[in-house]
């Protein structure tokens, strides 16, 4: 009865290659985020969607896209992978009631090698 | 550009003693405030929330609000070797799509 699920939870791949993160969340929540935390373990947010549609696209390269097909699921594609893309990815929910926390999923260890 | 502040320490408080861990930021327009913990490898879980000035206490937590000063504190009483973590305040706007700015995290080592 997980509640924000991500999948993969390590990603380990070559610079250049094409990838994908899926989150899932069974909260009823309308919205949903990703956020990218670095090796120096600072959270920053990436994107925000609402009902599926995309509100908040913070200065991420285009390399970066995210999809949400409905509510519940936010999935984030990455293109030609680079170095610095290695982080742990997190992928969040909430409600769009006001003063509503996030609830976090499990994060996604990605590593370019 | 909206920030949060925090000492990333390490803190260093006995067993048993008071932890008190700081945090300001720079948007007045800020309304939500939340303290999350993060063990080494988890995922951020969410701890304590406070929306007004003033306290509010959850067991062995308080959280502290001043918005005039722009400065949220969380006390961690007879601290346990368990809540050694990073803690990461973070801040929003209020509206409930919007995400939260997070600070870098101050990290607490509570010795036994």
């Known amino acids: 009865d997980t509640a924000v699920s991500q999948t993969p939870k390590y990603l380990v791949t070559q610079m250049g290659n094409d990838k994908s993160i899926k989150c899932e969340q069974n909260?009823?929540?309308?919205?949903m985020y990703w956020y990218k935390q670095d090796s120096k373990k600072f959270l920053k947010i990436m994107f925000s969607?609402?009902?599926?549609?995309?509100?908040i696209n913070e200065t991420v390269p285009n390399r970066f896209s995210p999809k949400s097909p409905d509510k519940a699921h936010l999935n984030l594609h990455i293109n030609s992978l680079e170095l610095g893309d290695s982080a742990v990815y997190f992928c969040?929910?909430?409600?769009?009631?006001?003063?509503?926390?996030?609830?976090f999923g499990d994060g996604t260890r990605l590593s370019i090698l | 550009q909206k920030e949060v502040e925090q000492n990333s320490g390490p803190l260093s408080v006995p067993e048993g003693a008071i932890a008190s861990l700081n945090c300001t930021y720079s948007?007045?327009?800020?309304?939500?405030f939340f303290w999350y913990r993060q063990y080494s490898g988890k995922s951020p879980e969410l701890i304590m929330s406070?929306?007004?000035?003033g306290d509010k206490e959850d067991g062995r937590f308080t959280a502290q609000l001043n918005k005039a000063s722009q400065y949220v504190s969380l006390l961690i009483r007879d601290s346990q070797p368990s809540d050694s973590a990073t803690y990461l305040c973070?801040?929003?706007?209020?509206?409930?799509?919007?995400?939260?700015?997070f600070g870098k995290g101050t990290r607490l080592s509570v010795i036994a």
């Open positions: 909260l009823g929540h309308d919205t």
């Open positions: 406070i929306y007004s000035n």
């Open positions: 969040a929910s909430s409600s769009q009631v006001t003063n509503q926390p996030q609830h």
């Open positions: 969607y609402n009902n599926k549609e995309l509100i």
């Open positions: 948007d007045r327009g800020s309304q939500s």
């Open positions: 973070a801040v929003s706007g209020g509206s409930g799509n919007t995400p939260l700015v």
